[in-house]
């Protein structure tokens, strides 16, 4: 049995986060670590707490991952990611497209996959369905609501006309919302999240959208005794060439990455780009032989731009690609 600390975000007001395409009539349902990693850590410049040369506060974090939550005194049911790997076994074809778009698994469902233990034995787990989410709890058929309302861009000139647009915004049903792990020492984050959950999370924390209020608990997650697979909780980066192909060698590797960059968002650089890097998505399945114990492996890089002809900006731009594995056996 391996413990971890969980950070569970009750959200207060309305939630949009942004996906690569700025398209805001879609917002996405979950928040990527590097993308909290690096709110916490601009909390704490804006606070003046000294951040470490390096960049890394002290701990691993994972990604946000959807919770439900009937109320304060409730049980939580934490959901984790399918492995990309992994496909649910299907006995009867009439229950192919419900199958086909589970995308989260509750701890039990989680547990069980990454023991290599067989999923849908029989029919009465089709019940478990909630539209992308399998779980052995009872839970709302929606709880994650999405409503997409009119906004206008109104020019500061006052000489161009009103432009339309819609806006998508998340709710989170009951006490329900987004919660991540975290191994390692805690004491930077937490002094960050105290600003952030005020700041918010996400586009339009200028009228209080993405605000939260947060608390820890504890998640006992039962991990097979060995395996030759890992999967990731978090958007990972490996140290280097040789770390990559030794983790994609081997059987039963699966993965899928995301570019990761965006516009710098800290005076006087506003209108200047961070450099790109691709980062491989939690869920991603990679070989490493006889892991016993989840771990965490990967590193930060800088993207501060190397512009010709532009001065270079004062400080790093850290994108956090350290990871939470837990082994996974087939």
């Known amino acids: 049995m391996s413990s971890f600390t969980v950070y569970k975000l009750h959200f207060t007001s309305p939630l949009h986060i942004g996906d690569n395409r700025l398209d805001y009539s879609v917002s996405m349902k979950t928040i990527q670590s590097d993308t909290l990693y690096a709110a916490v850590t601009s909390c704490l410049a804006m606070l003046g707490i000294p951040i470490p040369e390096s960049g890394d506060l ?27 790997k992994n496909t649910l076994p ?39 369905l909630r539209d992308e989410f399998l779980a052995s709890q009872p839970i709302p058929e929606k709880f994650i609501v999405s409503e997409v ?5 109104v020019s500061r000139t006052g000489e ?9 915004r ?40 993405g605000s939260f209020i947060y608390e820890t608990d504890t998640l ?15 958007l990972f980066i490996p140290e280097n060439k040789e770390e990559l192909a030794q983790m ?10 995301v570019r990761r960059g965006g516009w710098i968002t800290t005076p006087p650089n506003l209108t200047m780009r961070k450099n790109v890097i691709y980062a491989f998505t939690p869920a991603s399945v990679f070989h490493k032989e006889g892991t016993v114990v989840p771990f965490c492996k990967g590193t930060l890089v800088d993207l501060n731009p190397h512009v010709k002809g532009l001065d270079r900006v004062e400080h790093p731009i850290w ?10 056996r087939f």
Request: glycine share 8%.
């Open 160 to 168: 161009e006309d009103a432009v339309p647009f819609y806006m998508d």
């Open 58 to 84: 002290g701990c691993t974090i994972s990604s946000l991952f959807p919770f439900y939550q009937k109320d304060r005194q409730a049980e939580a049911v934490y959901f984790f990611p399918k492995p990309l």
């Open 90 to 128: 299907l006995d009867d074809i009439r229950y192919a497209k419900k199958i086909k778009k589970v995308a989260w698994l509750d701890r039990n469902y989680f547990e069980r996959m990454i023991q290599g233990k067989a999923l849908l034995g029989d029919k009465s787990v089709i019940d478990d």
């Open 319 to 328: 994108r956090n690609g350290k990871a939470i594995f837990v082994p996974i």
């Open 149 to 153: 309302l009119p906004r206008v861009t």
């Open 220 to 234: 006992e997650l039962e991990c097979p005794d060995s395996a030759d697979n890992v999967v990731a909780l978090s």
């Open 170 to 209: 998340v709710y989170y049903r009951d006490y329900s919302g987004l919660y991540f792990l975290a191994q390692g020492d805690t004491s930077l984050l937490d002094k960050g999240l105290e600003l952030l959950q005020h700041q918010g999370l996400g586009t339009d924390r200028n009228v209080g959208n």
């Open 248 to 257: 994609i060698g081997g059987e039963n590797v699966a993965y899928d990455f």
